[in-house]
């Protein structure tokens, strides 16, 4: 089974996703966490950290070499259970392949993330040393309308017989939750929203889900008094 590791900065949420059994991990970024009000970075990590023991990612956020080698390092110590998350390049679009090295090197367990060409995912492989997660963008590939199915097919062979996990990031419906599951990707990544409708749709009846929604039409028109 596919492991499902929810994705937000939402204290409460994370607190109560963290009951439910199905989630078996966590990822942030700066954006979810800006989205959330976080103002205090340090702060909402230690925070969370005094009830999270499952894996957890949190991302650098400085664009400069040094700069993300001592976040990682901060990062890491504030917990075991702490996966790092390096993009794959920085703003210049220059490969962070030397300091993900490093960091991996040191026994640092990353994230590599941003990740949606099979040359970035070779990039980061061939440098990763410990546990590790490579995190592949199949949504935002599928948003230009590329199949996201070979990239990550093809990555899942290219990190067999390796400590690397590849992570399905950023999907945009139910469904590649079972594709995920499908092709053997070993975790995929899914805002609580996505959690609860998996959880609420699951082996759902197609004719009684028809039902619904001709009665949720009818009702939202009858609520708003149409008339022609």
């Known amino acids: 089974m596919v492991k499902i590791f929810a994705d937000g900065a939402d204290k409460a949420s ?10 078996q991990g966590f990822t942030t970024n700066p954006t979810l966490m800006r989205k959330a009000g976080v103002t205090d970075y340090k702060k909402f990590a230690l925070d969370i950290l005094k ?8 991302e650098v956020f400085s664009d400069d070499f040094y700069e993300m080698w001592d976040q990682a390092q901060e990062i890491s110590s504030w917990g075991k259970n702490i996966y790092v998350k390096i ?6 679009g220059e490969s962070n ?12 367990k990353l994230n590599v993330t941003a990740i949606t060409t099979l040359d970035q995912v070779r990039d ?3 440098v990763l040393e410990g546990p590790s997660y490579i995190s592949i963008f199949a949504g935002r590939i599928a948003d230009t ?11 899942l062979e290219l990190i067999k017989d390796t400590n690397i996990e590849i992570i399905w990031a950023s999907p945009r419906e139910v469904y590649n939750i079972y594709q995920a599951e499908d092709i053997g990707c070993d975790i995929i990544t899914c805002t609580p929203d996505l959690i609860n409708k998996y959880e609420k749709l699951k082996g759902k009846d ?3 889900y028809s039902l619904e929604t001709v009665q949720m039409f009818y009702n939202d028109a009858q609520q708003a008094g149409y008339k022609i």
């Open 14 to 23: 994370i607190l109560e996703l963290n009951k439910n059994p199905l989630i």
């Open 51 to 58: 009830d999270i023991d499952k894996s957890i990612s949190f």
């Open 87 to 92: 993009p794959i390049t920085n703003t210049e």
């Open 97 to 108: 392949h030397i300091l993900i090295e490093g960091l991996s090197g040191e026994g640092i």
């Open 124 to 126: 980061a492989m061939y």
């Open 145 to 155: 309308g590329v199949n996201p199915l070979p990239t990550m097919i093809e990555a």
């Open 206 to 208: 197609l004719t009684e």
